[in-house]
């Protein structure tokens, strides 16, 4: 008689327990889902960051990066490559020829394959601005030890070797120079001991000659050092206040004999003006600007240097004269090491090829700007701007 209310209250509670069991395994299922989800979501993000970051890693770098797959097409180039080579569109899945048409750079990649990695080749862009470029190459191979692609890495050479070309120049001028003075010398001193010495007169005018060149060298030197003491920030600008008219005056009374061979007038136009300069290099570049204007100056004419100071706390030095001028194209050209309108003439004058070189560097250490203008014919005019001395200061020194 208990069997059916038994029986119903057993299925009641299997039901009750079945509900139960399916209420918390749903909410353990839809946890675990939840769960699950975060967690894709998670690594979703950190896939995205971890590429964002190597984005930044690699836009950062001042080489250019290549990465190839392993069917030779661009994986990845990042913002310096781009830069390098002049590229804005979409790379990804280009060939290196597609993009730069370089042969000689798809070789490398073939060679890289070859051989595991190659380094240090050097790459010549004549496309490009005639570039230099070092690449390193190295293939990327998996846990296997198959190929997954290559990685290539651009470093731009273009700067070290017009540095070195320069370099190289300026020796080969330097040993010029150097040797026409002193082949000059050991010839005359050659045909001297030959016999030469017995005749006095003979001997008194190539003694003269071995004198001058000897004074060139010595001066060749000296503004070799000055040269290369200013370019390798060895030189100390000393700066304070300096009267420029002070120093045009001191410059001509140096140079007055010099102007009195040619006949020529120092005329010092400068008006009162104080800049804030370093007195000893300030009278180097007149007495090199003042001293050109009589040797390539008209013989019988004048040399003025004047100025005024302009506005912004600077102030502009002229130096003029009315020879025959510097053709147009020589204008900015003349402030290179060794370059000379006319070799002849400056060698005649005893010119170094380097005065106005040294002018440039001293002004460009205080913060100047230096130029020439020149009408042909109608003589040469070379400006210089120095910083003036600010006005405080000015009155204080004018006063005293
Ligand atoms: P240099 O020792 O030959 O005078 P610089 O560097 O002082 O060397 O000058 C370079 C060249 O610039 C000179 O050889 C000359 O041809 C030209 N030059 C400089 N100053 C003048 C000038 N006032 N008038 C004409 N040519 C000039």
């Known amino acids: 008689m208990l069997w059916p209310p038994l029986t119903i209250l057993a299925i009641a509670a299997a039901v009750g327990i079945f509900i139960f069991w399916r209420k918390k395994f749903t909410r353990l299922e839809r946890k675990m889902q939840v769960e699950m989800e975060d967690f894709q979501r998670h690594q ?40 390098l080579f002049g590229v804005k569109t979409e790379l990804r899945g280009k060939t290196v ?12 990649v073939e060679r890289a394959e070859t051989e ?37 890495v651009f470093h731009d050479l273009t700067r070290l070797k017009q540095l070195e070309r320069t370099r190289e120049e300026f020796v080969a001028n330097v040993s010029h120079e150097l040797r026409t003075p002193l082949s000059l010398i050991k010839g005359y001193v050659e045909t001297l001991l030959d016999g030469a010495r017995n005749n006095p007169e003979v001997s008194e005018h190539f003694l003269h000659i071995i004198a001058r060149n000897a004074e060139r060298l010595d001066l060749l030197i000296q503004d070799l050092l000055t040269i290369s003491a200013l370019e390798s920030g060895r030189v100390q600008i000393q700066l304070q206040p300096v009267s420029l008219r002070a120093i045009a005056e001191k410059v001509f009374a140096d140079l007055k004999s010099r102007a009195g061979t040619r006949s020529i007038t120092l005329k ?40 005024k ?13 009315d020879g025959p001028g510097i053709p147009a194209e020589s204008l900015d050209r003349v402030f290179e090491r060794f370059y000379r309108v006319d070799k002849a003439r400056s060698r005649e004058q005893g010119g170094t090829g380097l005065g106005l070189s040294i002018v440039k560097h001293i002004i460009q250490n205080h913060g100047g700007e230096v130029w020439a203008k020149s009408e042909a014919g109608k003589g040469a005019t070379f400006f210089f701007t120095l910083p003036a001395l600010p006005v405080k200061a000015a009155e204080v020194v004018e006063a005293a």
């Open 44 to 83: 979703q993000q950190t896939t995205i960051d971890a590429k964002a970051q190597q984005q930044v890693l690699f836009n950062s770098m001042l080489e250019g990066l290549l990465l190839l797959d392993r069917s030779r097409r661009i994986y990845l180039a990042n913002r310096a490559f781009k830069n």
């Open 97 to 108: 020829m597609e993009v730069l048409r370089l042969h000689e750079l798809a070789e490398l």
């Open 116 to 152: 595991n990695q190659v380094f240090d080749y050097e790459l010549k862009v004549p496309e490009l601005n005639e570039r230099w470029l070092q690449v390193n190459a190295a293939v990327i191979s998996n846990s296997a030890g198959e190929r997954e692609g290559t990685i290539l």
């Open 268 to 307: 010092n136009e400068l008006p009162d003006l104080i800049a804030n300069a370093d007195e000893g290099r300030l009278e180097q570049v007149l007495a090199n600007l003042v001293d050109n204007a009589i040797k390539y100056g008209r013989p019988q004419g004048s040399v003025i240097v004047g100025g």
């Open 309 to 321: 100071s302009l506005d912004g706390g600077k102030i502009e030095v002229f130096i003029q004269d």
